[in-house]
């Protein structure tokens, strides 16, 4: 899915804080992924749920995946590079009409340029897909996936995968487009984690593990694969419960530390982090642990 997409939505109700009081019921990659980069903004984003700005990049990911997707509508010879341009027009007319709030993303565009070369991008990032994948012999048995499993722990484990391959074997592939560009090598465990928690949600599934998981890079045209085993799966397992024990932890107590990074160049919540001179929102929770 689109990286950098945060929750929806900036109204905590009162029965959506008692449920969060108890721990999280469930976890997606991208939640999973807030915590591990920076509690103080996981608890920002799916606790207090402060307001985020629409950013042209997570817009332009989330424009591209829906191209993509839809692209698997037409027969396999028509799934051609300007075909799959073509949709894009259609297809951002559809993304601002069921998010209004991204209509102030190009609100200052008076002459419509920055709009221009935003649309451009998306095209080269879309043409870019072809010289990677060659959607003519594709067969999707899914696209834009939602899974949700429930581990023998009682953590559910949710997200939605772009692309799901099964061969004529059975066999099953997973795929992620990505938008940005490929990590540095020291850095794929990173970018692979989010795979594994899919492959991990598929194994608890359908009982099969994933022959291969894939990551299509179409910023930089690299595609990064992995096959995993039930050894890497168990390992992720383990480490997603120790996650769920750490937020639970910080839920009773409040005790979200900000974990700063160069990746704060990105956050939308700088000015309520202590690291950068702010004080967070009062806690909405009930403290029913001592730090
Ligand atoms: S600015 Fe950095 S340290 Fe502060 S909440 Fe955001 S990610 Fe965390």
Redesign the pocket.
């Known amino acids: 899915m689109p990286e950098g997409v945060p929750p929806s939505g900036a109204d905590a109700t009162s029965e959506t804080l008692v449920a969060v009081a108890k721990g999280p019921a469930s976890l997606s990659p991208s939640r999973a992924g807030d915590f591990m ?2 509690p ?2 996981y608890r ?1 984003r799916v606790i207090d749920r402060l307001p985020e700005k629409p950013s042209e990049a997570a817009t332009r990911g989330t424009l591209v995946h829906a191209v993509l997707e839809r692209l698997f509508d037409a027969p396999a010879a028509e799934r051609t590079a300007p075909r799959a341009k073509a949709l894009i027009p259609g297809q951002w007319d559809r993304l601002r009409e069921s998010r209004p709030e991204l209509l102030e993303l190009f609100a200052d565009d008076a002459d419509g340029e920055r709009l221009a070369r935003w649309l451009t991008e998306a095209e080269r990032l879309v043409e870019r897909w072809f010289t990677l994948e060659d959607p003519t012999r594709l067969e999707p048995a899914e696209r834009e996936l939602f899974v949700e499993a429930e581990l023998d722990s009682g953590l559910r484990l949710r997200g939605i995968i772009d692309r799901v391959d099964v061969a004529p074997t059975g066999e099953v592939r997973i795929v992620d487009y990505k938008t940005g560009k490929a990590p540095r090598p020291e850095y794929a465990e990173g970018a692979l984690f989010q795979m594994k928690f899919y492959a991990l949600v598929v194994w608890r599934l359908k009982k099969v593990v994933p022959r291969r998981l894939q990551l299509v890079y179409l910023g930089s045209g690299d595609v990064l694969t992995y096959d995993p085993v039930v050894a890497d799966l168990e390992r992720v397992e383990r480490k997603l419960l120790a996650l769920w024990e750490a937020i639970r932890l910080a839920t009773e107590t409040g005790d979200w530390r ?4 160069k ?2 160049g990105w ?1 939308d ?2 000015a309520h ?1 202590p ?2 001179g702010g004080t967070p929102p009062p806690y909405p929770l009930p403290l029913t642990r001592a730090t």
């Open positions: 980069q920076c103080l903004l920002f900000p974990r700063p990074t990746l704060c956050c919540h700088r982090c690291e950068f």
